[in-house]
T-cell receptor
């Protein structure tokens, strides 16, 4: 099976702009989670989608949003970019097949966002 | 409030010896624990996991031990190889509800294996 893919891999934006990142999960996986990785805060959970519904959300401002499509592909959007949004954004998928092992998340390569 | 802690920022080990990476957690609701390996500018790669009903899980050179009473887990790599050099993250997930799709990560430990 192909792994989790994320596009684009690198992105440079300026403050005030908005950005959309895309994630394609492993085939058959219906849960998609998003994380932000920064040197200071480590890996922080943004939100999770399952069957096109947001089931969980981390402690991030409303500028961070996402959605999931019927094919389980997901996008996240950050509006009004700030310098502090510069980070590696990671997407992960899991199959939610039942049992705890279904919670294992497999990560994509990430999108490196730089805000100038 | 950091619920998952990796207190050793770095670990240096000789090739062929054992590497032991440690992780502590505070939330007793966590019931599934995972270890990931990560290279810079790449996504984490899943290594091994353990559920709270077990105290040990092995996969090749990797063994994870869980001590629920101490809220402590460890990853043993035997024998260590130079290709194991990376950042290792411990992660935990809880039971349903507000934990859907959420892994809580430690800050990571940089493992360096010297030839």
């Amino acid at each position: 099976k192909a792994g989790v893919t994320q596009t684009p891999r690198y992105l440079i934006k300026t403050r005030g702009q908005q950005v959309t990142l895309s994630c394609s999960p492993i085939s058959g996986h219906r849960s998609v989670s998003w994380y932000q990785q920064t040197p200071g805060q480590g890996l922080q959970f943004l939100f999770e989608y399952f069957s096109e519904t947001q089931r969980n959300k981390g402690n991030f401002p409303g500028r961070f949003s996402g959605r999931q499509f019927s094919n389980s592909r997901s996008e996240m959007n950050v509006s009004t970019l700030e310098l502090g949004d510069s980070a590696l954004y990671l997407c992960a998928s899991s199959d939610e097949s039942g049992g705890l092992e279904g919670d294992t998340q497999y990560f994509g390569p990430g999108t490196r966002l730089t805000v100038l | 409030d950091q619920q998952v802690k990796q207190n050793s920022p770095s670990l240096s080990v000789q090739e062929g010896r054992i590497s032991i990476l440690n992780c502590d957690y505070t939330n007793s609701m966590f019931d599934y624990f995972l270890w990931y390996k990560k290279y810079p500018a790449e996504g984490p790669t899943f290594l091994i996991s353990i559920s709270s009903i077990k105290d040990k899980n092995e996969d090749g050179r990797f063994t994870v031990f869980l001590n629920k009473s101490a809220k402590h887990l460890s990853l043993h790599i035997v024998p260590s190889q130079p290709g194991d050099s990376a950042v290792y993250f411990c992660a935990a997930s809880g039971a349903g509800g507000t934990s859907y799709g959420k892994l809580t990560f430690g800050q990571g430990t940089i493992l360096t294996v010297h030839p």
